[in-house]
């Protein structure tokens, strides 16, 4: 039997949330999964070395960091030549676990297709790196600052298959629904090993999204969410903020706009994240 294992990105840590935050997300993440009888294994850059599966002190060290960037796929040759500390992305995460044979994945919410997009191109290689490699990526959904009717549709056009669990609605990060259905759902660690093991006999080669909601007694209002985006948006527009600078900016803003309820959300659905992917890598292991 396969030893279970269940990667972890650490953007998170050093630029989706705040120190202290950070590092005690980052612990109880590992700790979720450990506690399902899975193996946590952080992936980040350390001096030019990519490490899949960062040690307390390492874990630490990025969270205290002012300096460690922000790496996804494309930057990773630099990183390891000119040997940076880093927090790698969705997309980045994606590439190395397959390297390492790790199939499944917990993260909050993956990149998309940027508000706005028709005038900046702006949108995330998380997307492009869902439909090239086979990793099964549990998530809440996307960000909930980003476009999801056209987030959905790029993952449409590029054949990623999107499920829910327990859901038949795309949740939206801070919010359990969207009000956008998704095609398929399900209800138990098992059935998701079953589809995964099946698109993966048929031979596809693009990975898959399992949404999850918030906890309910963690999720924001949608309507409060949405009002707390378009100020947070007006605010990086007037700070002409661009590129990958934009969605730790509007993160930072969302948790002043709540008054740090976004963090409380965030903390409560990356833990019930990182629990439910262990729990499937488990049943996968088992097959």
């Known amino acids: 039997m396969a030893t279970p294992t269940v990667a972890l990105e650490s953007t998170v840590i050093t630029h989706g949330l705040p120190f202290p935050h950070n590092l005690a997300i980052a612990r109880l993440m590992e700790a979720e999964v450990q506690q399902q009888g899975a193996i946590p294994a952080t992936i980040g850059v350390i001096a030019g070395n990519i490490v899949v599966g960062l040690d307390d002190a390492q874990l630490e060290q990025?969270?205290?960091?002012t300096t460690a960037h922000k790496l996804s796929r494309r930057d990773l040759p630099?990183?390891?030549?000119?040997?940076?500390?880093?927090?790698?992305t969705v997309a980045a995460t994606m590439a190395i676990a397959r390297r390492a044979g790790i199939s499944v994945f917990a993260t909050g919410g993956i990149g998309g297709v940027?508000?706005?997009?028709?005038?900046?191109?702006?949108?995330?290689?998380?997307?492009t790196e869902l439909a090239r490699t086979p990793v099964l990526v549990v998530c809440a959904g996307a960000k909930a600052i980003l476009d999801l009717p056209a987030t959905l549709e790029y993952l449409e056009t590029q054949s990623v298959p999107i499920m829910g669990y327990q859901t038949d609605e795309f949740p939206a990060f801070y919010s359990q629904s969207s009000g956008m259905p998704i095609p398929a759902c399900a209800d138990s660690p098992a059935e998701v090993a079953a589809i995964w093991r099946a698109h993966r006999v048929l031979g596809n080669e693009a990975?898959?999204?399992?949404?999850?909601?918030?906890?309910?007694?963690?999720?924001?209002p949608r309507a409060e969410v949405e009002a707390a985006i378009g100020r947070a948006l007006q605010q990086a527009e007037r700070a002409g903020v661009r590129g990958p600078a934009v969605t730790p900016f509007l993160l930072a803003a969302m948790a002043k706009e709540t008054h740090g309820e976004s963090i409380t959300t965030n903390t409560a659905l990356l833990r019930q994240n990182a629990?439910?992917?262990?729990?499937?890598?488990?049943?996968?292991s088992q097959q």
């Open 275 to 284: 629990r439910v992917a262990a729990q499937v890598a488990v049943v996968i």
């Open 114 to 127: 940027h508000r706005g997009y028709q005038h900046t191109l702006d949108i995330s290689a998380d997307l």
């Open 62 to 65: 990025l969270a205290r960091s």
């Open 207 to 220: 990975g898959m999204l399992l949404c999850v909601p918030p906890p309910a007694e963690s999720a924001l």
């Open 78 to 88: 630099v990183a390891l030549a000119q040997q940076w500390d880093g927090g790698t």
